[in-house]
């Protein structure tokens, strides 16, 4: 995926303003931003059989599971996120469909403020914004 990101970079004259980094989450991060975004794996165990052959036959399997309940990921994210925001940043966490509840509450439990989940195409909850409480 880093590679591809970068070659995306070069290919669109942005190498210079984008740097790509290879790492376990933050862990290579010292720095905040304004912006966050992620899509981490959520789908749980038990789905992935389930799942669109297009998807499913095209992607890493670890890019889409997320343990028993799909939640892995955002338990390793959300402690991080107040870290790394600034003060007024904001952070966009794709959301399975039927996540919005339980990743609302790990983004309250870690010290977010979380919005209602904003709604794909389909109508289907998809994504949860996070931002620092203020103090």
Do not use: M
């Not at 966050?36 to 297009?54: C, E, K, M, S």
């Amino acid at each position: 995926a880093a590679g591809i990101a970068a070659a995306n970079a070069a290919r669109l004259g942005l190498s210079a303003r984008a740097h790509v980094i290879s790492a376990n989450w933050s862990d290579a991060l010292d720095a905040r931003f304004d912006i966050i975004i992620a899509n981490p794996p959520y789908v749980r165990t038990r789905d992935w059989q389930g799942l669109a052959p297009t998807v499913r036959d095209f992607e890493p399997r670890s890019a889409l599971v997320a343990g028993d309940d799909g939640l892995v990921a955002y338990r390793q994210i959300l402690p991080r996120l107040p870290g790394l925001l600034a003060d007024d940043g904001i952070a966009a966490l794709e959301i399975g469909w039927d996540q919005a509840a339980a990743v609302g509450n790990l983004v309250s439990e870690n010290g977010l403020i979380g919005s209602d989940p904003l709604r794909d195409l389909a109508g289907r909850d998809r994504c949860i914004l996070a931002t620092l409480k203020k103090t």
